[in-house]
């Protein structure tokens, strides 16, 4: 079985304490994974990634125990609905599907990267070779972090390139995505604004609640009642032409700022975005 449970977290160079300077380990989201309800949802999200946003699979379904996995390619990072489980503490009651966990690359050695949470008193826990997971009450709760250190392997490169080749031929006659261009996060309050502020840097920072990962990925703060993933930006290459064909399979929920919000009902309650910009 091919499930990424290990979630690669990536941070940017922020000062720590006593002057010291951390260096970047956030570069890039790799998955995203989607926590369901139940098996029946399992198969209903896996069949929207894969129907109605023409995403290749990557592998599954699979049935492991009482639980389903799968995974889908959207361009530039790996989408995985998996669950349900049973033993998990959850932000929210009586979700259907529920954005829950990041998986990140980081350049940074281990020892590194758990030098710069320890500056910036960021609770984690090593959690396999190369992997620390966060723990920090203030930004973890309702959502798993963890940082991965390991290089990607070059089998895992090439199955990406072949996805990539196989995404970009089911868009044509699809919606037109290219890749996830915004992961929006939940903050509560003042604390933890302050602690994602220092978790995430400020040498790539668009203003006070976005960052630039890389070229593609942005990452948004965004104020909420729960902490955790709130929602995705998808880009397309035409906004009309995705409305259209969102319209025609009755997915479009509303158009905000240059934005088109996908139908909360056909996306089993996640917050999906298509934007052109």
């Known amino acids: 079985m091919k499930t990424r449970v290990a979630v690669w977290l990536l941070l940017l160079p ?11 380990i956030l570069s890039e989201v790799s998955v995203l994974t ?14 929207f ?8 699979v990557d592998y599954g379904p699979e049935m492991i125990g009482e639980r389903r996995y799968a995974a889908v390619y959207a361009g530039n990072l ?7 489980y049973s033993n998990m503490r959850y932000p929210v009651k009586d979700f259907r599907a529920l954005f829950f966990g990041l998986n990140c690359r980081s350049p940074q050695s ?3 990267i758990a030098a710069q949470l320890d500056r910036s008193k960021i609770a984690y826990e090593k959690e396999g070779p190369g992997v620390v997971r966060v723990q920090d009450g203030l930004i973890a709760d309702g959502i798993y972090l963890a940082v991965d250190s390991q290089t990607k392997e070059k089998t895992a490169e090439e199955q990406e390139a072949l996805l990539a080749s196989a995404m970009s031929a089911k868009q044509r006659e699809g919606p037109g995505i290219e890749y996830v261009k915004e992961i929006q996060l939940g903050y509560v309050g003042p604390g933890s604004l302050k602690i994602w502020r220092e978790f995430l840097g400020t040498p790539d920072r668009i203003n006070d609640t976005s960052w630039r990962l890389n070229r593609n990925e942005t ?6 009642k729960v902490q955790g993933v709130r929602g995705i930006v998808l880009k397309v290459r035409s906004l009309e032409k995705a409305e259209a064909y969102l319209k025609e399979r009755s997915c479009v929920g509303r158009v905000v700022d240059g934005r088109i919000e996908l139908d909360k009902g056909q996306t089993f309650g996640l917050s999906i975005y298509f934007s052109a910009e």
Not at 14 to 24: F, L, Q, R
Not at 49 to 56: A, T
Not at 219 to 224: A, K, Q
């Open 219 to 224: 990452i948004r703060l965004v104020r909420s």
């Open 14 to 24: 922020v000062c720590g304490i006593g002057g010291k300077t951390n260096e970047a």
């Open 34 to 47: 989607i926590h369901v309800s139940d098996t029946n949802t399992h198969e209903g999200v896996f069949q």
């Open 78 to 84: 790996f989408i995985e609905p998996c669950g349900p």
């Open 110 to 112: 281990p020892s590194s």
């Open 49 to 56: 990634l894969q129907d109605v946003l023409k995403l290749p």
